[in-house]
């Protein structure tokens, strides 16, 4: 049970874990701390904060738990906001999408991994942002990967884990790069695909033509290319590495695909879409059967 909750970024990510706690009765009090009033003032008429503060500061004193969802590029601004400020046992854990780039910004701000600091990710979430898009639901037998350090302390993780739990989530924990890289190959390029096809098809022709004629698969394909531009964009400055290595590799396989196709090579073809599709029953059949 958490007394009393600090979410630093009260949108889709942050409302949703406090609309959640909220409704498996696992908190007390919820403050929400954003920069904008008018959105803060939203969140509290929705019921998913019971209060607010622009300050990062004073919003985690007396928190036992602190959650930032912020975009990536403000978590740096965030920690040293709540330096210094923070109640004896308070536990913070974070959702962002990359988790190197938020270690190497704790570090920056506080000098050394905090004990009370567990980095986190639940891999749950839309296209779309905001407060208003949260909903109670969302990690619910969804994956929460945990990426704690040598100096994380045990008690910290294990309340966080809890947290997640509650929440009908399946935690994991790995290493940081590791995540960062199976993170790139998963989440991080296919976003690059849909917001890059949907970008080329939309410079090829009128914007009007190419979605009149688009098949279901490209309504599917091109979801995600709604999504928030400044958080992916912060994502892929944040992941930079991982994700170019992954973006080349993919140039690559296309590159056999459009030589397959130039040479006729039926058998090639074959080959390669048998492969995935074979791959992808694979993972339906497994999201099927519970979290994914
Ligand atoms: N959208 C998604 O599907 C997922 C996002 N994430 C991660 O979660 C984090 C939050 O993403 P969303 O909730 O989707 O974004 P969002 O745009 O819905 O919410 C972010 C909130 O943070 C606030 N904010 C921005 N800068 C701030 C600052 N300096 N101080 C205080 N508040 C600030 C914004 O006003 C907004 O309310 C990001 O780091 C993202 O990488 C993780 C999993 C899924
Ligand atoms: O909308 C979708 O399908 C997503 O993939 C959402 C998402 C975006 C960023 C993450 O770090 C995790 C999940």
């Known amino acids: ?54 300050d990062p500061g004073k919003a985690v004193a007396n928190a036992d738990m602190v959650f930032i969802a912020v975009p990536l590029g403000a978590i740096a601004g ?9 109640a004896e046992q308070a536990v913070i854990t974070d959702g962002g999408s990359v988790k190197g780039s938020v270690i190497a910004d704790a570090v920056q701000v506080f000098g050394e991994i905090p004990s009370w600091f567990v980095p986190g990710h639940p891999i749950a979430g839309t296209e779309r942002s905001g407060v208003e898009a949260s909903f109670p639901e969302l990690y619910q037998n969804r994956r929460v990967i945990l990426t704690p350090l040598a100096e994380t302390d045990p008690q910290a993780i294990e309340r966080v884990r809890a947290m997640w739990e509650r929440v009908g989530s399946e935690v994991t924990e790995m290493s940081v790069a590791h995540h960062d890289e199976v993170l790139a190959a998963t989440s991080h390029l296919p976003h690059m695909l849909a917001f890059g096809l949907v970008d080329a098809l939309t410079r090829l022709g009128s914007n009007d033509e190419i979605f009149r004629y688009a098949a279901g698969g490209f309504r599917d394909f091109s979801r995600i290319a709604s999504s928030s531009p400044e958080m992916w964009r912060d994502i892929c400055l944040a992941n930079s590495e991982a994700l170019t290595a992954m973006l ?19 058998e090639a073809l074959l080959r390669i879409f048998g492969r995935a599709r074979a791959a992808r029953e694979r993972y339906v059949d497994g999201i099927d059967e519970g979290v994914s």
């Open 248 to 266: 080349t590799r993919f140039g690559s396989e296309m590159t056999e695909l459009s030589d397959a196709i130039r040479r006729k090579d039926g």
């Open 78 to 86: 965030v920690f040293a906001r709540i330096q210094g400020q923070l």
């Open 1 to 54: 049970m958490i007394e009393r909750l600090a979410v630093i970024g009260v949108g889709l990510i942050g409302g949703s874990l406090a609309r959640a706690l909220r409704a498996n009765d696992a908190v007390g009090e919820v403050i929400g701390c954003g920069r904008s009033i008018e959105h803060l003032e939203r969140a509290q008429a929705l019921g998913v904060i019971d209060a607010y503060c622009q």
